[in-house]
């Protein structure tokens, strides 16, 4: 029973890690998608974020979505581990 909580709580760290990576990764690719893009080879930035903005907050998103689902999983790992 022992090695069965030990899994349990091995994987809610994991996944609690997961979370957070995701959030870091999410923050990360809202900042960047503020930065102006730059034209390709000749260093000049083109201005709005534009297209890249959009693709950066979409995969954002998804990490959010991500996130929530993993925070879901911990709590039934919780709950299963309160049963044994």
Do not use: W
Not at 27 to 54: C, I, K, N, Q, Y
Not at 61 to 72: C, I
């Amino acid at each position: 029973m022992d090695d069965v909580i030990r899994v349990v709580d091995d994987a809610t760290r994991e996944l609690e890690q997961l979370v957070n990576l995701c959030g870091k990764v999410a923050g990360e690719l809202r900042s960047d998608a503020s930065v102006p893009v730059r034209a390709a080879g000749d260093g000049s930035a083109s201005g709005e974020p534009g297209e890249a903005a959009g693709l950066a907050e979409t995969a954002a998103v998804g990490l959010d979505e991500t996130a929530a689902v993993l925070t879901a999983a911990i709590g039934k790992l919780d709950a299963y581990r309160s049963f044994i």
